[in-house]
């Protein structure tokens, strides 16, 4: 008998089957590289969303706001203040706040799909997705950067006031390394790694308990526990789900920080 849970299809058989990375690609139309898959349709979703609560939460602005602007200026406020703010400084931040919103939104809610009944396929959890917006956070913290200090600027602030000239040009190169290459990989790979393993977790326990009760006997017992673990793991993702989107944002803020201050 198949069975679907958590996006994933399994069959109830004699043999356990553990869900694998290959569950993720899930092609809805066509096969191949080009396929429609099943996170691409989960991101046009949650891109709709996000468009919708924006519009109705903007549309009709008050001085008393309602429950709908209340909440859009809660979430842009926090932000602004708390993190834009606090990390780029009140010279600079203004401008990449909309920016900073759009990443924390689109990725709170991307996150949170993965436990959201009838959808449960966070899209983040799709590589291609992280390396994605780390990519605009790439592009966006370097520009501004350049635009900020020009290109000897630039290079000449990454090496701290005070190094001695002799282990300046290592100095240089370690930092040029974590500017290009550690910064966006490891901002890219935390969100995916994260999403990832709490899905495919979320799923293991899913997938198991359905196999344990269909065994019967004593393994009923150990199949219903194995729901009770993914009911209560269920709320520690959650809580995952929105420090990722925090931490991935706070870091973008602190990148675009680094990159307009004037000092290193």
Excluded at 23 to 45: C, E, N
Excluded at 88 to 97: M, N
Excluded at 154 to 182: D, N, Q, R, W
Aim: net charge neutral; charged share 10%.
């Amino acid at each position: 008998m198949s069975v679907v849970t958590l996006g994933f299809s399994f069959v109830q058989a004699d043999e356990f089957h553990a869900p694998s990375p290959a569950d993720f690609w899930q092609p809805l139309i066509g096969s191949g590289q080009w396929a429609i898959t099943r996170p691409m349709f989960v991101m046009t979703l949650v891109t709709i969303l996000l468009g919708a609560w924006l519009i109705l939460g903007t549309r009709n602005l008050k001085m008393v706001p309602g429950k709908g602007q209340f909440l859009t200026e809660t979430v842009y406020n926090f932000v602004r203040n708390d993190i834009a703010r606090d990390l780029i400084g009140g010279k600079h931040y203004a401008k990449y706040v909309p920016f900073l919103f759009s990443i924390f939104v689109f990725l709170l809610l991307s996150n949170l799909m993965g436990v959201t009944p009838f959808v449960m396929m966070p899209t983040t959890g799709t590589i291609a997705i992280p390396i994605g917006l780390t990519f605009l956070v790439y592009v966006v913290y370097h520009v501004a950067g350049l635009r900020q200090k020009g290109l000897a600027g630039y290079f000449k602030a990454m090496v701290p006031e005070g190094v001695p000239l002799v282990i300046a040009p290592i100095v240089l190169l370690l930092e040029i390394f974590s500017y290009f290459v550690t910064r966006p990989l490891t901002l890219a790979l935390r969100l995916f790694g994260n999403m990832f393993a709490g899905h495919m977790i979320l799923t293991l326990f899913v997938v198991g308990g359905f196999f344990l009760v269909g065994q019967g006997g004593l393994l009923v017992a150990a199949g219903i526990g194995s729901f009770v673990m993914a009911f209560l793991m269920t709320f520690f993702e959650i809580l995952i789900q929105v420090v990722q989107a925090y931490v991935f944002t706070l870091l973008a803020a602190s990148y675009i920080g680094d990159g307009v201050s004037e000092g290193h």
